[in-house]
């Protein structure tokens, strides 16, 4: 069996996985991420050594949230973790015995989903992650698409709204604002301090203390019918559909699969999804049509996808070399 190992570098936790050429895990391992970014290439190398035991991997994996060189080695930028210009793969590589190849996570997770998940049945494929922000990878023609330098798929990062909400990124009106799991949060939190007619059961959830209204509780709320919660949910699906209309207007893709936190709201989200989607696409009449689906893998994708391109990828040197 051809195994190799997936690495999922978040901003809490690093996790890590054995997976197999058919894409299962077989073994999974997890460490919170250490304050000092300095200290990640050894705690990878720990849950390596962990994972492998008495197995023989063919190689590691890893996603990491940020821009990615065209080395497959080096992270230029990373939102969450204190990284410039960062050897990862090389200092990973310098510790352990395999080969290593970095990816970006949206990419990883997006190859995840074209070799294993809802894209097992297209050659074309757009994953557009939704969580605290929005990512995204694409799939042509059966191979990763990473741009001229690395850095392609920031899509969360397309302006949709001119002079829209200030982003994080320095801009104004990014699709994030509008479509991910942090805009349903905050528009859910505006109507409570706003004291609107309808925000009973979020006033009741937050019970003095907005931290309590997140993503998972509105769409808790939203299943057991509460009016705002679900009209909430309609909005972030709008948004999302907007966006990937354009985003279907320059790739082409055949399957838009959504992957993240939301797939947890089912049809209260894909139903005004798919009609923004629908209704915003250019000469929909005379087009092929993407199909639109929920992503497969859920959060596994990431390590499944880096575990998997670590088999197909160029690597940096192992030790030694």
């Known amino acids: 069996m051809n195994l190799s190992i997936g690495v999922d570098i978040g901003g809490t936790k690093i996790a890590a996985g054995l997976v197999s050429e058919a894409g299962d895990i077989l073994d999974s391992v997890a460490e919170p991420t250490p304050d000092d970014a300095t200290k990640i290439p050894a705690v990878v190398a720990d849950l390596v050594d962990r994972l492998t035991g008495d197995e023989k991997a063919s190689g590691i994996g890893i996603g990491a949230a940020g821009f990615v060189g065209e080395d497959r080695s080096t992270v230029r930028f990373a939102p969450n973790i204190d990284w410039r210009e960062e050897p990862l793969g090389a200092e990973v590589a310098a510790l352990v015995d395999l080969p290593v190849v970095v990816e970006n996570d949206a990419n990883a997770a997006a190859w995840g989903e074209f070799r294993f998940g ?7 494929l757009l994953l557009i992650t939704v969580g605290t922000g929005i990512g995204g990878g694409i799939v042509h023609r059966g191979r990763l698409f990473r741009g001229g330098f690395g850095v392609a798929a920031e899509i969360g990062h397309m302006r949709i709204v001119p002079d829209g909400i200030l982003c994080g990124c320095g801009q104004r009106g990014c699709y994030e604002q509008y479509g991910s799991g942090s805009a349903l949060v905050r528009d859910a939190r505006e109507r409570v301090t706003n004291r609107d007619a309808g925000s009973e059961a979020l006033t009741a959830l937050a019970d003095g203390d907005l931290a309590r209204i997140t993503g998972p509780a509105v ?32 790739l082409d893709p055949s399957v838009i699969a959504i992957g993240g936190g939301v797939g947890a709201a089912g049809d209260l989200l894909m139903t005004h999804l798919v009609e923004a989607f629908e209704t915003h696409l250019p000469a929909r009449a005379h087009r092929p049509q993407a199909a639109l689906r929920l992503a497969a893998l859920g959060n596994e994708a990431g390590i499944i996808g880096a575990a998997d391109l ?11 070399a």
């Open 118 to 124: 809802a894209g097992e049945d297209t050659d074309d």
């Open 219 to 250: 769409t808790r709320l939203a299943q057991d019918g509460d009016p705002m919660s679900v009209d909430l949910l309609a909005d972030l699906g709008r948004w999302i559909g907007e966006g990937a209309a354009v985003l279907a207007t320059v």
């Open 310 to 320: 670590a088999r197909t990828e160029p690597t940096t040197s192992t030790r030694g």
